[in-house]
């Protein structure tokens, strides 16, 4: 079923958001709550899809540390998740860059719309003779007009 | 005995269903009622002995026999009866036959319902419906064997993994399943069109109770996994875009599509062709996530090293299955009619934004779950795709498609009157615009996004109501014709309604939760005071308590505000004894729509409790919106034009 959950399990994590440890917050409010933020964009490298806002997993309480160090000493988001990818690569943001590589990944929902967009349009302004009759059918109808008008 | 007969049983149904595929499909080459009633017979006896194996292996759960290779693996005696019969389904084996169940169920439902249907298309239904039989019970009995022995049975099983020892979670796979499996029926339909050339309104509605059943049981699966997820994981999240999840939005995102697109087939004629393309995408769909699911490409980090080869065949079955569906498509479709022409301002042109936008949401969760596989394949480059990917992506198309949603309903067929329907929804603007408005003037912190997703939420309930007050001409006519127009309305208006209403009552709760959700955490000792929000709660106590198979610390915290009583909650700290896992029992005090979420941690140093409590405003709406979906889709289903195995005769009599 939910393997995140077995693995999870597996791994013995009491799945509790340890991030908001009290042992490990930071004593300044705003920088507590900046950190807090990126932690959910930054992914528990051995954990499934999860980010380290969540997981309970050492590596995840490290890469916290890290960031909060990094917060403290006045660093910005831009430069702290640049320290992370340098360090552990692409992967461990959860969004994904804006890259070339990922042009499908971004533009792919978008392109779906503009070809329904374009197909919509199409099938709009395209004047299908359907909607006149042949003329057998003209023909047809005059006749069941003209038995109606005299039963 | 039992698990032997189970078996037997097991094989009997893939025999019983080649012979189904063979007479049915005889059936309609040689025109011959006779066989393809025989065919028809088949299924319903391959469903029996499917029925017959899954009976056995539920014995064997629920007599502890731990000489059958799954049971000893998953389950364990001191596990309470009802985890043991959900054990049935737990693994990936016993899972796979409870797919198989609902696949010969479903098919014999068309047999014994399909009384209606032309019979040929009868014939060819039955026999692709047979055809996915065969090759799934095949897997089963091969590759995934349920029921097979052990030669040296261990004394005691290993249990259940306890975080699926849930009652939300020991119902949610047959719902699921029911929901996935249910979209092969609409598959072969399909696929009976094709090889038929004719899709029409008789066709179309056929497919659309089919897709309905099948959507609703989706709804109501996905919304109880969420619900799980919600207070059994322990931090407070109900939807985390997991692979997993995704698995089984994506058939129900293009189910939600089907129903759309199947209206504008049976009243219309139109889109034909992509109504037949949505229906063979839709369980194409729930076999991907069945395949993602088992194989471990998605879970693990090491791709495909879980089960390789069950990945394997899972996914040739997807690619034969879903190939030859679509193969049949590209070369019969071009035959399919065009059906009649509309205007842009028209209810076809909102149909097909709405199809478009959901196909568009559709990709979005395609390409987020599979994305990172293909690049890492390609460039060996490792990516990750997370929630925030979604919400630059998925919430903006949805997002598009409420805004536009209510209009829908109230343009009418071929060409609408754009000024007519502003008329009508300019009360639902202004609720809308209130709803917003008052959201920044009340609640702090005063977020606009937030804002913007109430007014969102508000102005899809108001325009669902709008549709009915216009239906019943209430306000304007007087009170007796709008009564007398209210009880006449079809099942299926009522329906859709609340499929519409349930959608803005979830956008509700989702966007109020997610919003102005508050969290607190402090190490406690016993008689420590933790503030969330507007309440203060107080650790009264934690003493030790004993559960069937697990023991657990049970803390007792008394919830107040302003000094007054709320709420006494006991979240737990369990331990179980079989596996030695450790799982956070949840506790929750309802607020109205709004819970208070505490979740006691482990004892530290000190004798200290790291206690986390959540506000949750507004977090049943996020549930209990899906539910009313559903409901929707039910009610719907009770309407007599749709009603199964009812011909024209009767309905022109109403």
């Known amino acids: 079923m939910r393997l995140r959950a077995l693995l999870a399990a597996l791994a013995g994590v009491a799945c509790l958001a340890a991030a908001s440890d009290p042992a490990e917050r930071l004593p300044d409010p705003a920088q507590e709550a900046q950190a807090r933020e990126i932690f959910k964009g930054v992914r528990c490298l051995v954990c499934q899809n999860e980010s380290i806002d969540d997981s309970d997993a050492e590596l995840a309480q490290d890469l916290r540390r890290i960031v909060r160090e990094q917060v403290k000493a006045g660093r910005s988001e831009t430069e702290i998740k640049r320290f992370l990818t340098d360090r552990y690569g692409e992967f461990v943001l959860l969004t994904p860059s804006f890259s070339a ?10 392109l779906v719309v503009l070809a329904g967009a374009a197909l919509l349009l199409l099938r709009l302004r395209s004047r299908t003779p359907d909607a006149e009759l042949s003329a057998a059918e003209a023909e047809r109808v005059r006749h069941l007009a003209e038995e109606e008008r005299a039963p | 005995m039992i698990a032997e007969a189970g078996a037997f049983a097991l094989m009997l149904a893939l025999a019983l269903s080649v012979v189904q595929v063979g007479l049915s499909a005889a059936g309609r080459a040689r025109r011959s009622a006779a066989l393809a009633g025989a065919g028809e017979g088949a299924a319903l006896a391959a469903f029996l002995a499917v029925a017959v194996a899954f009976a056995a292996l539920m014995h064997a759960f629920v007599v502890s026999d731990f000489s059958v290779a799954n049971v000893a693996a ?12 959900a054990g049935t389904w737990g693994s990936h084996e016993g899972s796979m036959l409870l797919w198989c169940l609902a696949l010969t169920g479903f098919g014999a439902a068309i047999a014994g319902l399909g009384r209606t249907l032309p019979q040929g298309l009868r014939a060819v239904t039955v026999a692709t419906q047979g055809l996915l039989g065969v090759v799934f019970l095949a897997y089963t009995v091969f590759a995934s064997n349920p029921l097979a022995r052990l030669a040296s049975p261990p004394a005691e099983g290993r249990s259940l ?26 598959f072969s339909l399909a696929v009976a069109a094709l090889v038929e050339g004719r899709v029409d309104a008789a066709w179309s509605r056929w497919v659309r109770p089919w897709a309905l059943a099948a959507w609703s049981m989706l709804t109501v699966g996905i919304t109880l996994g969420a619900f799980w997820a919600y207070y059994e994981l322990g931090w407070g999240g109900w939807w985390f875009w997991d692979p997993v999840e995704n698995a089984s939005f994506m058939p129900w995102l293009v189910a939600a599509a089907l129903l759309h697109s199947a209206i504008v087939t049976e009243k219309r004629g139109a889109l034909a062709g992509w109504t037949v393309f949505l229906a063979l995408a839709a369980f194409s769909f729930s076999m991907l996530g069945a395949f993602l699911v088992r194989s471990g490409v998605l879970t693990s980090v090491h791709a495909f090293a879980v089960d390789p080869t069950r990945g394997v065949l899972l996914l040739m079955i997807l690619g034969a299955t879903a190939g030859l569906g679509f193969s049949l498509f590209a070369w019969r479709a071009p035959s399919l009619g065009r059906g009649g022409m509309f205007a842009p301002i028209s209810r076809e042109s909102a149909l097909v934004m709405n199809n478009i936008l959901l196909a568009a949401a559709t990709a979005t969760v395609l390409l987020g779950t599979l994305y990172p596989l293909i690049r890492e394949a390609m460039t060996g480059e490792a990516i990750s795709v997370g929630p925030p990917y979604f919400n630059l992506t998925f919430t903006p198309l949805m997002s598009a498609m409420l805004v536009l949603l209510p209009a829908g309903p109230l343009l009418a067929w071929k060409r609408g009157d754009a000024r007519g329907v502003a008329q009508r929804l300019w009360v639902a603007l202004l609720i809308a615009a209130a709803s917003g408005l008052a959201t920044i003037a009340l609640v702090s912190p005063k977020k606009a996004f937030g804002a913007l997703g109430v007014a969102l939420g508000a102005w899809l309930i108001a325009g669902a109501l709008a549709e009915i007050v216009e239906r019943t001409r209430a306000f304007r006519a007087p009170a007796a014709e709008t009564w007398r127009r209210l009880v006449g309305l079809p099942r299926g208006a009522w329906g859709m309604t609340l499929a519409h209403l349930g959608l803005g009552v979830f956008v509700l709760g989702a966007v109020f939760e997610t919003t102005w959700k508050i969290e607190a955490a402090e190490a406690l000792p016993v008689g420590g005071r933790l503030t969330v929000g507007a309440y203060e709660l107080k650790l009264d106590d934690v003493h030790p308590v004993s559960g069937p198979n697990y023991e657990a610390d049970e803390g007792r915290i008394t919830v107040t505000r302003d000094g007054a009583f709320v ?12 596996g030695g896992q450790t799982t956070s029992e949840v506790g929750l005090c309802y607020r109205g729509t709004s819970h208070i979420y505490l979740v006691l941690g482990e004892r530290r140093e000190g004798g200290t409790y790291l206690v986390r409590a959540y506000w949750n405003p507004w977090a049943s709406l996020i549930f209990a919106g899906p539910a009313i979906m559903a409901l929707g889709g039910l009610v719907s289903l009770t309407d007599r034009r749709l009603r199964l195995g009812i011909g024209r005769r009767r309905e022109e009599r109403a």
């Open chain 1, 101 to 110: 590589g990922n042009l499908l990944l971004w533009g792919g929902p978008f």
């Open chain 2, 161 to 186: 993994n306890p975080l699926l020892q849930d009652p939300a979670l020991a119902v949610h796979p047959p719902f699921l399943y029911a929901g996935y499996v249910g979209l092969s029926v609409v």
């Open chain 2, 567 to 578: 709420c006494r909650v006991t979240p737990q700290r369990r331990l179980y004894t079989a």
């Open chain 2, 74 to 85: 998953n389950s364990h005696s001191e596990k309470p009866l009802l985890y043991r019969v």
